[in-house]
């Protein structure tokens, strides 16, 4: 598990960082809705990897799939944010960094496709 220090993020909890490239991060909203969100960071003309072996990255299926989210939270919290993102109240988030440091968001769709700006 590689459970980062709690932290506040403005209104959100970090409850998981990763510090690698291309990396993702998990928060628990501390006045929902949504209850969670979870961050991809891509930068330049890096995009999602389509073709996982657990489907398209960033979709509902590669979040709960490879032990993902018990081996970064723990199998309690982990059930906890399935179930949350099985009732809607996750919210995934594309976040696309420009090579001027200009970041724009975007949501991601269940199935792993980039939609509308976020939030």
Same mark, same amino acid.
């Given at each position: +598990?590689?459970?980062?220090? @709690?932290?506040?993020? =403005?209104?959100?909890?970090? @409850?998981? !960082?990763?510090? !690698?490239? &291309?990396?993702? %991060?998990? *928060?628990? %909203? !501390?006045?929902?809705?949504?209850? *969670?969100?979870?961050?991809e960071a891509k930068y330049g003309? /890096?995009?999602?990897?389509?073709? !996982?072996?657990? &489907?398209?990255? +960033?979709?509902?299926?590669?979040?709960? =799939?490879?032990?993902? #989210?018990?081996?970064?939270? &723990?199998?309690?919290?982990?059930?906890? @944010? +399935?179930?949350? #993102?099985?009732? &809607?109240?996750?919210?995934?988030?594309? /976040?696309?960094?420009?090579a001027n440091g200009k970041v724009?968001t975007y949501r991601v769709k269940?199935?792993?496709? @980039?939609? /509308?700006?976020?939030?």
């Open positions: +598990m590689q459970l980062c220090h @709690i932290q506040y993020f =403005g209104k959100y909890l970090i @409850i998981f !960082t990763s510090f !690698t490239p &291309g990396s993702y %991060n998990i *928060y628990e %909203n !501390t006045t929902p809705p949504p209850k *969670y969100v979870i961050n003309s /890096s995009k999602l990897n389509p073709k !996982t072996a657990d &489907g398209p990255q +960033m979709s509902d299926k590669w979040i709960k =799939g490879s032990k993902r #989210l018990e081996e970064q939270v &723990g199998t309690q919290k982990a059930e906890e @944010i +399935m179930n949350a #993102l099985d009732k &809607g109240e996750v919210d995934k988030v594309l /976040s696309k960094v420009d724009t269940p199935d792993g496709i @980039i939609g /509308s700006p976020w939030p």
